[in-house]
């Protein structure tokens, strides 16, 4: 069974329709389109908003089989979703990795 972020369990339906939810607007907006009418009569509206970047789960490790890193490279995934409680495999937005050796835990040296 997989731990999930940063939703519990229960939340992986909803999380997946909100996925395909993005996969169509995604191919809407790839394919030249844009949200229609009352795609947006229905959307929360913002008032003096302003882009702020935030930190989402990842993880670090040294990469093999992946097409864009060389073997032994050091990497970070994208968002992580769910890990395998057993640490078999991970989910990412990119999708699935299969984890391998967990690194040791970091020490922490005196001050």
Known sequence: MPIVFPHPQDRLATLAAQA??????LDLLAAGGQPSDADLADAPALDDWCIKLRESPVIHGKVTGHPERDDGDYASTDEVFAVDYDGRF?????????LKVKAA???RRPL
């Open 20 to 25: 395909r939810r993005l996969a169509d607007a």
């Open 105 to 107: 835990p970091l020490r």
């Open 90 to 98: 991970a989910l990412a937005f990119s999708g699935w990795y299969v």
